[in-house]
C-alpha cells in the first residue's frame, strides 16, 4: 500500500535524490527544479496536492498548456523529464503505486545538428589571447584544452591539478554522474598547460590546498561564467562567429567532435572522449560531418556546378 506525499514535499525529496544519489550538476538540478516548479504551479488551480491526485490527463493538459505559451516542443520534452522522473521515483520509492506520466507521449523532437566552427576559425580562436601575458597564458591554455580534448565547460573549469598526465599527454576527467574518463590531448595543448603551470599559477596560488588546475588572479578556480565570457571576447576579437548563436565552450566541443570525425575518426572513440552515455549522440556529429562533405564537394568538383 503506498503511502501519501504533498507533491511540494516530493519534489524537494526528489530534487535531492537527483543531487546525492545521481550527481547530477547544479546547473541540471536548477533545470529539473524550474520546469516541476511550473508543473506544480499548473496543478494548484486545479486543487493537486497530494501526488495521488495527479492523473495522466493532468500531465497531458500541462504538456498542451507549455505549447499554448509558445514553448518548443523541445523544451516540453525537457518538461516531460523532469515531470517523469519525479514520478518514477515516488513509484519507486513506494510513494505511489502507479506513475500518470507512463501512457504520456512525449513531444516529438527533431534532432538538432552541432552548431561547429570550421577549422580556420578555431585555430584564429588559439591564437587570440596573447601569450606573453599571464593571464593570455593561462586562457590559451584553457582554450587549447578545451578543443584538444572535447571536455564540458564544468569539466574544464573543474579538473583538478593531479588529474592532468603532460607527461603521457591525458587528462582523468569526472563527468556526469560522476563517471570518470581518460582523454587524450596533443603536444599543443600539453605545451600550453606547462608554460601556464611554470609562468603564472605559482605567482597566483601557492595554496597546497588549491585543487583546480586552472585558477584566477585571486587564486581561486575559475568559474563556468568567467570562462563563458572570456571565450567570447577572444571570438569578437578574432572576428569568429556562428549563425544564430554566439561562440561558446559547448561549440568548441561540438568542434572536437566533427573534427575528429572528419578526420576519420572511429565514432566509438569519439563516443568515449566526449562521455556520452548513448552513442546516438554521438551520431548528431556525423550529420554535420557529412553536410561539410557534401559543401566540400558541390564547392571544390569541377562538375558540381
Known sequence: MARSIQLDRATDLFLDHLKVERG???????????????????????GRVVADDVTALDVTDHLVALAERGLGARSRARALVAIRGL?????????????????????????????????DAVARLI????????????????????????????ELV??????????HG??????????????PMGQLAAEAIAAYLEDVRPRWTQDP???????????GPMTRQGFWRLLGRYARAAGVRLPRAGVSPHKLRHSFATHLLEGGADLRAV??????????????YTHVSRARLVEQYLAKHPRAR
Request: no cysteine.
Open 170 to 183: 591525458f587528462v582523468r576527467v569526472t563527468g556526469k554522474g560522476k563517471k570518470t574518463r581518460l582523454v
Open 158 to 167: 573543474g579538473l583538478p591539478l593531479a588529474d592532468v598526465n603532460l607527461g
Open 209 to 219: 590546498d588549491q585543487r583546480a588546475l586552472f585558477v584566477t588572479e585571486r587564486g
Open 87 to 119: 514520478f518514477r521515483h515516488l513509484v519507486a520509492e513506494k510513494w505511489l503505486d502507479a506513475d500518470p506520466t507512463e501512457l504520456v507521449d512525449a513531444p516529438k523532437v527533431p534532432p538538432r545538428a552541432p552548431a561547429v566552427l570550421g577549422q
Open 127 to 154: 591564437a587570440a589571447p596573447r601569450r606573453d601575458t599571464l593571464r593570455g597564458a593561462r586562457d590559451a591554455a584553457m582554450i587549447e584544452l578545451l578543443y584538444a580534448t572535447g571536455l564540458r565547460v564544468s
Open 271 to 284: 563516443q568515449a572522449m566526449l562521455g556520452h552515455a548513448d552513442i546516438a549522440t554521438t551520431q548528431l
Open 24 to 46: 547530477l550538476s547544479a546547473a541540471t538540478l536548477d533545470g529539473y527544479g524550474r520546469d516541476l516548479s511550473v508543473f506544480l504551479g499548473f496543478l494548484g488551480p486545479r
